[in-house]
């Protein structure tokens, strides 16, 4: 079974704190995403990684960045927290076999910001 | 750009009763369609995905979903609803070509009521 954790399952931070969320996962995966979900709004895409060292913008980057040094292993940054981006996130992965291959997702991170 | 809406907020159904959980897509080309499925505090599962051939996709849990192309439609389906399928349930749709990146609808809460 593939496996996708993520460091925490809640975490709480100040305004202006820097924040690290970390992804693993262990089936050898070569793209990785960072989501975040929004009542109402569904998941909305925040980077997504299709290499070690690679990454490209999702719909809603503003705010993050991200790392990529190890294939297992995706971390998403938050350079600055703010309170608006209080959220759950969701890390997922893939294959690099194609299009059809179905993504499978971490447990998530409750973050608040406050 | 590609899209997914997911007109009910909200659908209730009684236990026993059969459910149907809309979808509708709007992607250039063929679409490779998913479900997910995702309990309180937990990440996405997957349930079902739509590749090519038979417009009737089996996943699981017992349930499926139906492809209409003219419709542009992807309809999620279970025969008896169980109160254990009380979740939230996304669509999700990829084109055939670029990233391999999901659009997700923003989600519908099913409420099975015993």
């Known amino acids: 079974d593939v496996k996708v954790t993520q460091s925490s399952r809640y975490l709480v931070k100040r305004t202006g704190e820097k924040v690290f969320l970390e992804c693993v996962q262990d089936?050898?995966?070569?793209?990785m995403f960072w989501y975040r979900q929004d009542p109402g709004l569904g998941l909305r895409l925040i980077y997504f990684?299709?290499?070690?060292?690679?990454?490209e913008k999702g719909d809603i980057p503003e705010g993050y960045s991200v790392s990529r040094e190890k294939k297992e292993r995706f971390s998403l940054i938050l350079e600055s927290a703010s309170t608006n981006q209080t959220s759950m996130y969701l890390c997922?992965?893939?294959?690099?076999?194609?299009?059809?291959?179905?993504?499978?997702f971490g447990p998530g991170t409750r973050l608040t910001v406050l | 750009a590609q899209s997914v809406a997911q007109p009910e907020d909200q659908v209730n159904v009684a236990e026993g009763n059969p459910l149907t959980v809309k979808c509708t897509y709007s992607?250039?080309?063929?679409?490779?369609l998913f479900w997910y499925v995702q309990y309180p505090n937990r990440g996405l599962q997957f349930l079902l995905k739509?590749?090519?051939?038979?417009?009737l996709v089996k996943g699981s849990y017992g349930f499926e979903a139906e492809f209409n192309k003219s419709q542009t439609s992807f309809h999620l389906k279970k025969p008896s609803a169980l109160v254990s399928d009380s979740a939230l349930y996304f669509c999700?749709?990829?084109?055939?070509?670029?990233?391999?990146?999901?659009?997700f609808g923003k989600g519908t809460m099913l409420l099975v009521s015993p």
């Open positions: 739509y590749i090519t051939g038979d417009n």
């Open positions: 992607v250039s080309g063929n679409p490779y």
């Open positions: 997922a992965s893939i294959p690099l076999g194609g299009p059809t291959d179905t993504q499978y």
């Open positions: 999700a749709v990829r084109s055939v070509s670029g990233y391999s990146t999901l659009t």
């Open positions: 990684s299709y290499d070690v060292k690679m990454k």
């Open positions: 089936m050898d995966h070569e793209n």
